[in-house]
C-alpha cells in the first residue's frame, strides 16, 4: 500500500507515468521534460504560458529548473520495484492462478514463477533470460539455435552455428556479455555527452530567454518613444496646415471686405447722384446757390480707392515659403528627438597629431605633415589623428561628417584615456575606441583589436555618429537617401566620450549645424 501511495506521488501528471528527468516550473510543480516542454510547444502556438497543474500564466515562456532530489527518489524507486510487476510476464504452469514469471527458459518456451524456478532444470541447454513473452527473438531466424554471440563486423547477434558453418565464418566474435556491457559503456558515454549538449542547450536557452527579456523592455521603451514622436508629428503638423488654410481663407476673405466697401462706396455714389439729379432739375436759382459746396458731393473718396482696388493676388510663393520653413522646423525637432542633440563638435587642436592640419573654425583636419607642434601628454606621437575638446558623459548626441576629401580615414568615438603613444593609441585598436574606418574603399567598423569588414561601399559622402551613452551604444549610418545603418557598437560606458579623427590623406570635415543630411 506505501509503494503505491509513492507510485501515485512520483507519476507526472501529464503522462501518468513515472518521473524521468523531472523538472520544476516556478510555480513548483513538477512534470517530466519532455512532457512539459510538449505542452510549452503547443502554448506557444497559442500565444500564451500556463502551468497544467495551477494554471499559473507566465508572460514568457517559463524556464525550467532540474529536480534533483525528485530524479533520484524516482530512480531509486523504480530500482526497487519488483520486475515481474513491470514486465507483466505470467508463469506457463500456474494456470490456475496467474503469478508473475520471475525468468524465462529460451530452450522450454516456457516463464516460471519462483517454485517452478526452483524445480526447472539446470542444464546448460536450458538458458535463462529476463520474463519474455517473445522467445523466439533470442534464437536465430536460420539455425533455431540460441543467440550466444555478437559479431563485431555485421553487428549481429548470432548462434554457434552461424560461427562455424554460416555467414560469420571468420568474423570477430564477443560473448554477449561482453558486447552488453560494451554497448552500454558506449550508450552511457553518449549519454554524458547528450546530457551536457542539453545543459549546455538549457544555458543557451536561459540566456536567450534574459536576452530577450532585455531587448523586450528597450522594444517597449522604443515602441512607446515612437508612438509620443509621431504624436507631437502629428500635432504639429495640424498645426502647420492650420496655419497655412487660414492663411489661403484669411487672402479671399480680405476680397470680401473690398467687396462690401465697394457696395457701400457704389451706395453712397448712387444717392449723391440722385440728389445731384434734383439739383439740376430745380428751377429755383436761390435753392440752388444756397446747397452746400457740390464738390463735396462729388467728393467719391479717392483715398480708399488703393485700399479698395489694389486687393493683391493669392500669394502663393509666401504660402509656399511657410510651408517649406514649418516643415524644417518640424524635421529638425524630429531628428533632434530620434537622435537626440546635435552635437556642436570642434577639434582640438592640442591632441592633433603633427601630421594633421586643423582649420581656423577647428571643423576640418587635413593630412599635412610635419607641423611641428610641441610634444605634450595629450598629443597623439605616432598617428595623424585628433579628439574633439568637447566630451559626452550622458544623453543622446550625434555628429555628421563629410568624408569625401579622402580616401583613407577614420571616424568614431574614445575615452580620454585612451593612450597618446604606441599602437594602443590608434583609434580602434584597444578596448577604449570604437570606429568607422575606410582604406582602399574598403570599409570595416573596429574596436579592440576586432574587426568587422561591411559588404559594400558606402553610398555617401556623409557619415552620421551616433551615441546614446545611458544604453550604451554607438551607431554609423551613411548619410545617403534614405539614410542606412551600418553598425552598432554596444558597450557599458565607464568614462565620458570623445569624437575622434584620423586622416590619412586628403582631409574630412565636420558638418555645422543644419549642413548634414
Not at 558515454?189 to 536557452?205: D, G
Not at 582640438?348 to 577647428?362: E, F, K, Y
Not at 575606410?438 to 555617401?460: A, F, T
Request: charged share 30%; aromatic share 6%; glycine share 6%.
Amino acid at each position: 500500500m506505501a509503494s503505491a501511495d509513492l507510485s501515485e506521488e512520483l507519476e507526472c501528471s501529464l503522462c501518468l507515468d513515472i518521473y524521468t528527468d523531472p523538472v520544476t516550473l516556478r510555480c513548483g510543480h513538477n512534470f517530466c521534460r519532455v512532457c512539459i516542454d510538449r505542452v510549452l510547444d503547443s502554448q506557444e502556438r497559442s500565444g500564451g504560458y500556463f502551468c497544467p497543474e495551477c494554471r499559473k500564466k507566465f508572460t514568457v515562456r517559463p524556464g525550467l529548473h532540474k529536480n534533483f532530489a525528485l530524479r533520484n527518489i524516482a530512480e531509486r524507486f523504480l530500482s526497487t520495484r519488483p520486475d515481474q510487476e513491470a514486465s507483466g510476464v505470467r508463469c506457463t504452469y500456474c494456470v490456475d492462478s496467474p503469478v508473475p514469471a520471475v525468468m524465462s527458459c529460451l530452450h522450454c518456451d516456457a516463464s516460471m514463477c519462483d517454485k517452478h524456478l526452483r524445480a526447472h532444470s539446470k542444464a546448460p541447454e536450458h538458458v535463462l533470460c529476463a520474463p519474455t513473452t517473445s522467445p523466439e527473438t533470442r534464437r536465430c531466424s536460420v539455425h533455431k539455435k540460441i543467440l550466444e554471440y555478437y559479431c563485431t563486423e555485421d553487428a549481429a547477434c548470432v548462434c554457434v552455428s552461424c560461427c562455424v558453418i554460416g555467414g560469420h565464418v571468420g568474423h570477430k566474435m564477443m560473448s554477449l556479455d561482453e558486447a552488453f556491457k560494451e554497448k552500454k559503456k558506449k550508450l552511457r558515454n553518449y549519454l554524458q555527452k547528450m546530457i551536457a549538449e542539453k545543459e549546455e542547450s538549457e544555458k543557451r536557452v536561459q540566456s536567450l530567454e534574459e536576452r530577450r527579456r532585455k531587448e523586450q523592455e528597450k522594444a517597449d521603451n522604443e515602441k512607446e518613444r515612437v508612438t509620443v514622436l509621431f504624436k507631437v508629428l502629428r500635432r504639429r503638423l495640424e498645426e502647420l496646415e492650420k496655419k497655412v488654410l487660414s492663411d489661403i481663407t484669411r487672402k479671399v476673405e480680405s476680397f470680401d471686405d473690398i467687396i462690401r466697401q465697394l457696395e457701400i462706396k457704389k451706395a453712397e455714389l448712387s444717392r449723391k447722384m440722385r440728389h445731384i439729379e434734383e439739383l439740376c432739375n430745380m428751377t429755383d436759382p436761390l435753392t440752388i446757390l444756397q446747397e452746400s459746396d457740390t464738390g463735396d458731393l462729388c467728393d467719391t473718396e479717392d483715398r480708399h480707392d488703393k485700399q479698395l482696388h489694389d486687393g493683391g493676388d493669392l500669394d502663393v510663393a509666401g504660402i509656399s515659403h511657410t510651408l517649406h520653413t514649418g516643415l524644417a522646423d518640424i524635421m529638425s525637432g524630429v531628428t533632434g528627438r530620434i537622435y537626440g542633440q546635435l552635437a556642436d563638435i570642434l577639434l582640438d587642436v592640442n591632441t592633433a597629431g603633427n601630421d594633421l592640419h586643423i582649420s581656423d573654425d577647428r571643423k576640418t583636419a587635413s593630412w599635412s605633415p610635419g607641423q611641428n607642434r610641441p610634444e605634450t601628454p595629450e598629443r597623439f606621437q605616432y598617428w595623424p589623428q585628433v579628439l574633439s575638446s568637447r566630451s559626452f558623459s550622458s544623453g543622446r548626441h550625434y555628429w555628421e561628417v563629410d568624408v569625401g576629401g579622402s580616401d583613407s580615414w577614420t571616424v568614431g568615438m574614445c575615452y580620454p584615456s585612451i593612450a597618446r603613444r604606441g599602437l594602443q593609441s590608434l583609434i580602434g585598436s584597444y578596448n577604449k575606441s570604437w570606429c568607422l574606418c575606410n582604406g582602399d574603399d574598403q570599409y570595416s567598423v573596429k574596436h579592440d583589436r576586432e574587426e568587422i569588414r561591411l559588404p559594400e561601399k558606402i553610398p555617401s559622402d556623409g557619415v552620421r555618429i551616433y551615441l546614446d551613452y545611458e544604453a550604451g551604444q554607438i551607431s554609423f549610418y551613411a548619410l545617403c537617401d534614405p539614410i542606412r545603418h551600418l553598425h552598432t557598437f554596444t558597450a557599458t560606458f565607464t568614462e565620458p566620450l570623445h569624437a575622434a579623427l584620423w586622416v590619412g590623406g586628403g582631409c574630412i570635415k565636420i558638418f555645422g549645424e543644419n549642413q548634414g543630411v
